[in-house]
């Protein structure tokens, strides 16, 4: 049986990411599908305030994934560039490793943030009328930490091998399950804020599971014999040298946000519903940044580990050129239909409006957040872990910061919230390219010695 793998280090660089890209946007539209369902179901099924609790534990519950999530990142990576230069075996020992460690580090992590929740809402200053219904979703999540880890181990070791098909799949199956569990939990069982996050927690157990045994039985990479499952202690080095800044990134990106959502809930329970709104909807325009800059990864990890610069500025340059075409697109959309898409969470008016206008402020600076995402694809391959530190950095400072600078220039009363995000985009992409030009050309430099 041939392998569901993707030798991307032959043949059209944009070809191949679209081939890629496809399938794996697909399925991020569905993974997306899981908290977009839960926030419909439970804006117009419980109310505003529900939604409002769901949306004030965003930030937080980042914060916590955000250590599996850059582990997990590092060791696509890793694995990406071994099967480019060609060596099964190392491949399915930093499968093996990568696994140990993303099995030990959600059950540390969710059992510290089940525990942590509630004192982190108090700081974050969560409104009362919401603090129960956030912790209840909140604790859910850290039990659920396991489950959703287990899926992106197998979905990144799988994309890493160049197949984003097989996680697709069971995304589908995964998100309609999800979606069924909420209708029942929530309209027939009564369970509310509960239920949603108990039909989001077994959705993503079984999502993980079923793409697990598929894999196993369909991919070679996955069955493993005595000799994978040693510890590799150069390989744990290397993913967590890697992954860490990631995670690090991650974690400040998550502060940052925690501090902005601090913001948010000073202005009380309509604005925070309509900031869970806006985050809901502006992840859907992510999605075909986040696609392309997975993609990207892959790519120009497997040609880095084959020795094939050129192919990476080259794949760089097409995502680039994609990325353009989508968010020149997508921002007319957002501009026009802002409060209409908002009024599908809620039927609240005061909610709509706010949602509307706020969207037509952060979607003039798509273009600069899909740089970000470019940039942070072509850097990720080649393992530059510093820009994920650098990158962390900056947005702190500015979530921070902007939203108590910005009113000392003007009146932006509650829109402080959207605009504060926006800047914080601008001035990310703008550092991110300074870098990005920094390592390309140390890395030119670097393969024109070698080949003297």
């Known amino acids: 049986m041939k392998d569901n793998t993707?030798?991307?280090?032959?043949?059209?660089?944009a070809k191949l990411l679209l081939l890629f890209s496809v399938p794996m946007l697909i399925g991020?539209?569905?993974?997306?599908?899981?908290?977009?369902?839960?926030?419909i179901i439970v804006g117009q099924l419980i109310g505003p305030d529900a939604l409002a609790a769901i949306g004030a534990t965003g930030s937080v519950g980042f914060f916590f994934f955000a250590l599996s999530i850059g582990i997990g990142t590092g060791g696509g990576i890793i694995t990406s560039q071994f099967f480019g230069r060609g060596d099964t075996a190392k491949v399915k020992n930093c499968m093996v490793n990568n696994a140990y460690i993303m099995i030990v580090l959600p059950v540390f992590v969710g059992g510290i943030a089940f525990f942590l929740a509630e004192p982190v809402l108090h700081l974050l200053r969560t409104p009362d009328k919401?603090?129960?219904d956030a912790l209840t979703y909140l604790r859910i999540n850290c039990v659920g930490m396991l489950f959703v880890s287990f899926y992106n181990y197998v979905s990144s070791m799988l994309r890493s091998?160049?197949?984003s098909k097989t996680p697709l799949y069971f995304l589908i199956f995964?998100?309609?399950l999800n979606i069924g569990l909420d209708f029942l939990f929530i309209s027939v069982f009564k369970l509310g804020v509960f239920g949603a996050g108990v039909a989001t927690a077994i959705s993503q157990l079984l999502s993980g599971v079923l793409c697990m045994m598929f894999a196993v039985k369909t991919n070679s990479y996955f069955r493993f014999e005595k000799n994978d499952y040693t510890v590799n202690l150069p390989v744990i080095r290397d993913t967590v040298k890697i992954g860490m800044p990631v995670s690090l990134q991650f974690s400040m990106i998550a502060i940052s946000c925690m501090a902005?959502?601090?913001v948010v809930n000073d202005f009380g329970p309509a604005a925070v519903a309509a900031f869970a709104a806006t985050e809901k909807i502006e992840q859907f325009v992510h999605l075909p940044f986040q696609t392309l800059s997975a993609a990207l990864s892959t790519f120009c990890g497997q040609n880095y580990g084959a020795k094939k610069l050129d192919r990476v500025i080259t794949g760089y340059h097409k995502s680039v050129l994609m990325m353009v075409i989508f968010a020149t697109f997508i921002i007319p959309v957002i501009q026009f239909a802002g409060g209409f898409i908002t009024s599908l969470f809620v039927t609240d008016e005061q909610v709509i409006n706010l949602g509307g206008k706020a969207l037509k402020i952060t979607s003039l600076f798509y273009y600069f957040l899909g740089m970000i995402y470019m940039i942070r694809g072509i850097l990720y391959g080649i393992g530059d872990s510093l820009f994920s530190f650098i990158n962390g950095i900056v947005e702190v400072i500015g979530r921070i910061s902007f939203p108590f600078l910005l009113p000392l220039l003007f009146d932006f009363g509650v829109w402080v919230i959207w605009w504060s995000a926006a800047f914080v985009w601008a001035i990310a992409a703008i550092t991110a390219y300074m870098r990005y030009r920094v390592i390309i050309n140390k890395t030119v430099s670097n393969y024109s010695k070698s080949e003297m």
Do not use: C, R, V, W
């Open 6 to 13: 993707m030798n991307m280090t032959e043949g059209s660089p």
């Open 28 to 39: 991020n539209i569905f993974q997306q599908l899981y908290s977009f369902a839960d926030s």
């Open 130 to 132: 919401i603090f129960s």
């Open 161 to 163: 091998l160049g197949d």
């Open 174 to 176: 995964s998100t309609f």
């Open 260 to 262: 902005l959502q601090s």
